[in-house]
């Protein structure tokens, strides 16, 4: 997982920019577990890897695979309670990512927020 940066949330929940789906087989032998993918299917272009795409790879490399996407430049109240539920259910580690890991962050602290 060298070339993977997580960023650590929490113990357990770690945040990073997008990935590959050859990335994920890499996760799983590292001991991760999940995969939250916060990223629109196509944001980045006909480059970037659709949900589909990931959620196939996930499955072959035995995650579980969850897809929230959400808009860059504004996460709502409910999007966050989405991901709040889905960080309790998923078996940890978990992994999510978005472009860069901002949205993620950012939907997280909605959510601790929220729960305050």
């Known amino acids: 997982m060298s070339e993977i940066t997580l960023n650590t949330l ?3 929940l770690y945040a990073t920019a997008q990935l590959t ?3 994920l087989a890499a996760l799983a032998r590292g001991g991760i577990r999940s995969i939250i ?3 629109p299917d196509f944001e980045g272009g006909p480059e970037q890897a659709t949900s589909d795409q990931m ?3 996930a499955e072959a490399a035995g995650l579980a695979y969850r897809y929230l996407p959400v808009n860059g430049a504004h996460q709502t109240p ?3 309670a989405a991901f709040a539920r889905l960080i309790t259910e998923l078996p940890r580690p978990i992994v999510a990512y978005c472009r860069s890991g901002t949205r993620v962050s950012r939907l997280y602290q909605l959510g601790r927020e929220q729960d305050s």
């Open 78 to 80: 409910e999007e966050a």
């Open 10 to 12: 929490e113990d357990g």
């Open 55 to 57: 959620q196939h790879a």
């Open 37 to 39: 993918n916060n990223r």
């Open 21 to 23: 789906p050859n990335a």
